[in-house]
Nanobody, 122 residues
Framework: QVQLAESGGGSVQAGASLKLTCAAS????????RGWFRQRPGKEREFVAY????????NYSDSVKGRFTISRDTGKSTVYLQMNSLKSEDTGAYFC???????????????WGQGTQVTVSS
């Protein structure tokens, strides 16, 4: 089965940028769809962004819209999350996953990566 691995997290100051990478290995889904989620301290895992078959088919949570951009390198089975103007509230573990159904619900995703930590200090 497809396996995902996140990378690119780190500790930055508020206002900085990070670019997260979700790399796939093994068989990939024909849809190439992926979702990004995060789990902030003391909170449930929440939707951040998804990308569908087309790079134009994207969706973002209200909390990151305008600051984060999801994109895909189909040839490399890699999805990215460009994170700009980071805030302290963006701190958390970021995960990518494969959607069974392309929604904002974590329960509709499978093949979760191990996560990459993003820490934003003010």
């Amino acid at each position: 089965q497809v396996q995902l691995a996140e990378s690119g997290g780190g500790s930055v100051q508020a206002g900085a940028s990070l670019k997260l990478t979700c790399a796939a290995s093994g068989p990939i889904l024909a849809s190439y769809s992926r979702g990004w989620f995060r789990q902030r301290p003391g909170k449930e895992r929440e939707f951040v962004a998804y990308i569908g078959w087309s790079n134009d088919n994207t969706n973002y949570s209200d909390s990151v819209k305008g600051r984060f951009t999801i994109s895909r390198d189909t040839g490399k089975s890699t999805v990215y999350l460009q994170m700009n103007s980071l805030k302290s509230e963006d701190t958390g573990a970021y995960f990518c996953a494969v959607p069974v159904k392309l929604t904002t619900a974590p329960g509709d995703y499978d093949h979760w990566g191990q996560g990459t930590q993003v820490t934003v200090s003010s």
